[in-house]
């Protein structure tokens, strides 16, 4: 088993930025690609950013490229989402996953964290 917890959620003006992280505990010594999801009211939860084990592989959704960036700290089993340029409609839960396979992550992960709150203003 793995535990995921997100911080760095809050209020942000439009054009803003924010850091989220994601700490996982548990079984962490398998190799896990690790990813964001999303998911604004009345909405679906949708992708937005994975990273594998070695870092070196990365995957965005089109409507975060150029402003959100993923990274991971392996050695504090620690991911990043640095979000800038941050618009309203970036508003949203956002949520950490874990997966053994980069492929499974950005579709169905494993592991999810709880989520953390986004908020966007205008």
């Known amino acids: 088993q793995v535990q995921l917890v997100e911080s760095g959620g809050g209020l942000v003006q439009a054009g803003g930025s924010l850091r989220l992280s994601c700490a996982a505990s548990?079984?962490?010594?398998?190799?896990?690609?690790r990813g964001w999801f999303r998911q604004a009211p009345g909405k679906e939860r949708e992708f937005v950013a994975a990273?594998?084990?070695?870092?070196?592989?990365?995957d965005y959704a089109d409507s975060v490229k150029g402003r959100f960036t993923i990274s991971r700290d392996n050695a504090k089993n620690t991911v990043y989402l640095q979000m800038n340029s941050l618009k309203p409609e970036d508003t949203a839960v956002y949520y950490c996953?874990?997966?053994?396979?980069?492929?499974?992550?950005?579709?169905?992960?494993?592991?999810w964290g709880q989520g953390t709150q986004v908020t966007v203003s205008s």
């Open positions: 996953a874990a997966d053994p396979n980069l492929r499974t992550v950005v579709r169905s992960p494993t592991y």
């Open positions: 548990g079984r962490t010594f398998s190799p896990y690609a």
């Open positions: 990273v594998s084990w070695s870092g070196l592989n990365t």
